[in-house]
């Protein structure tokens, strides 16, 4: 046999090879559509860790209390929820209409909750060692699901699509309607907050008991007004956060606030624990980071770590902050009381 000719295939067999599986390899790890997909999946859940931390930012710039019980105001605000959707899905409401009656329930609910938690939790532990306080929310977190348990049974609730479903492409990407109303009301929430924050007396008297309580209340403000009013912000917050995460996942249950409640407190020392910008900025960042883990940790392992696998990126954010840039992102903004 000519030796060129033997020679021949083995050459076209490689080039082939090659020609499949090079392009195959760029296509998973850099195709602009992909990319631009995780990025707005991220932003979508970013939005919602965001808002959840902003909760947890608030009261600790007040109180310098971690707050491990607003994430179950999450999954209350949820749960009054999917509640009352069959009522007013039997009633003939139109879903969307459902949508906004639900919430609006919801929110006043969480709030009244969070006040509550605040007054008979917090407040006589208010001038206790840190650790007193730390160790009551986590157990009123625990107590919360409890409750929720008993009331709604263990078992996942099905929360249906209360919007169309048609999915809206965007440069090569899509989103659901949903999740459309996710960023915008989400956007739309945490504007409102710095605007509160930044130009409204109850936001000057926030500031000031941020600042140092006693002075403020030396001037007139009611430290403990504007503290259980902290509370109820950061509840409502967190009520249509549980709606939009429901909406979402089409699915409630009593335990379903734990994790976003700690991703949401990561995002919150990501950014910078008691500074609302660093709160959204880390919310965000959070979301995108963990949405392109998701997406493309099969690739990068190749295979031995699927997308279930995407609660490693967000703790490992928290750990190597922790250890690297305590004061986050945007700087911790706390008041020296001294």
């Known amino acids: 046999m000519d030796p060129a000719r033997a020679e021949t295939p083995v050459r076209s067999v490689h080039s082939a090879r090659d020609r499949c599986v090079q392009p195959r390899r760029g296509t998973q790890l850099f195709n602009f559509d992909i990319l631009l997909q995780q990025i707005l999946n991220g932003l979508v859940l970013g939005s919602v860790y965001a808002m959840v931390a902003l909760g947890y930012t608030m009261v600790y710039g007040i109180l310098q209390l971690i707050n491990f019980a607003h994430g179950e105001v999450l999954m209350i605000g949820a749960m009054v929820a999917v509640w009352l959707v069959p009522t007013l899905l039997a009633a003939g409401v139109p879903g969307p209409l459902v949508l906004l009656i639900v919430t609006v329930a919801a929110?006043?609910?969480?709030?009244?909750?969070?006040?509550?938690?605040?007054?008979?939790?917090?407040?006589?532990?208010?001038?206790?060692?840190?650790?007193?306080?730390?160790?009551?929310?986590i157990g009123m977190s625990i107590v919360l699901q409890t409750?929720?348990?008993?009331?709604?049974?263990?078992?996942?609730?099905?929360?249906?699509?209360?919007?169309?479903?048609?999915?809206?492409?965007?440069?090569?990407?899509?989103?659901?309607?949903?999740?459309?109303l996710i960023l915008?009301?989400?956007?739309?929430?945490?504007?409102?907050?710095?605007?509160?924050?930044?130009?409204?007396?109850?936001?000057?008297?926030?500031?000031?008991?941020a600042e140092n309580p006693r002075i403020a209340g030396l001037m007139g403000v009611n430290a403990n007004q504007v503290i259980a009013a902290t509370f109820a912000i950061g509840a409502a917050l967190a009520a249509v956060a549980g709606v939009l995460v429901a909406l979402n996942y089409n699915i409630v249950h009593f335990s379903m606030g734990f994790i976003p409640g700690l991703k949401a407190f990561t995002a919150a020392v990501l950014g910078g624990i008691g500074n609302i910008t660093g709160a959204v900025v880390g919310g965000l960042l959070l979301g995108i980071i963990e949405s392109l883990g998701a997406g493309y940790i099969g690739d990068l392992t190749g295979g031995f770590l699927g997308s279930h696998y995407q609660d490693i990126f967000a703790f490992a954010v928290l750990i190597l902050v922790l250890l690297f840039r305590p004061s986050g992102i945007m700087g911790e903004r706390v008041a020296d009381r001294a």
């Open 147 to 180: 409750v929720a348990m008993i009331i709604w049974k263990p078992n996942p609730i099905v929360f249906p699509d209360l919007l169309p479903t048609d999915p809206v492409p965007i440069f090569g990407a899509i989103l659901a309607p949903k999740q459309i």
């Open 107 to 137: 929110i006043p609910v969480c709030m009244l909750l969070s006040m509550f938690i605040e007054r008979v939790a917090y407040r006589p532990l208010r001038n206790a060692p840190r650790l007193a306080p730390l160790i009551t929310a």
């Open 184 to 209: 915008v009301v989400a956007a739309t929430m945490m504007t409102g907050l710095v605007l509160l924050v930044n130009r409204t007396k109850l936001g000057r008297a926030m500031r000031a008991t």
